[in-house]
Nanobody, 124 residues
Framework: QVQLVESGGGLVQAGASLRLSCAAS????????MGWFRQAPGKEREFVAA????????TYSDSVKGRFTISRDNPKNTVYLQMTTLKPEDTAVYYC?????????????????WGQGTQVTVSS
């Protein structure tokens, strides 16, 4: 099973940018499609972005399309989420997820592994 550790969250003002990172270990990283999900208080975990195992294909939720960019560096076993023009409604715990030999997008219940999450708070 792959292990995932997120980093890069924090408190920022609306309009700012942040880059989240997710470092993977334990299995062959390139065997996994990778995704970012988020969960705000009192809400269900929702899909944010996903990237195919080779980085060629990506997909985004409508709420972040054009503002967020997912990328991966397979030799470094890391996936990134570059977030720009952040809004207060982006405030949530952001989770990295992996799906073994998976297509994108994928749902939370089909993920093979999860990170512990990193808090992103956007003030108005």
């Amino acid at each position: 099973q792959v292990q995932l550790v997120e980093s890069g969250g924090g408190l920022v003002q609306a309009g700012a940018s942040l880059r989240l990172s997710c470092a993977a270990s334990g299995r062959t990283f390139s065997n996994y499609a990778m995704g970012w999900f988020r969960q705000a208080p009192g809400k269900e975990r929702e899909f944010v972005a996903a990237i195919r195992w080779d980085g060629v294909s990506t997909t985004y939720s409508d709420s972040v399309k054009g503002r967020f960019t997912i990328s991966r560096d397979n030799p470094k076993n890391t996936v990134y989420l570059q977030m720009t023009t952040l809004k207060p409604e982006d405030t949530a715990v952001y989770y990295c997820a992996a799906k073994f030999l998976g297509a994108i997008p994928f749902t939370p219940v089909t993920a093979s592994a999860w990170g512990q999450g990193t808090q992103v708070t956007v003030s108005s």
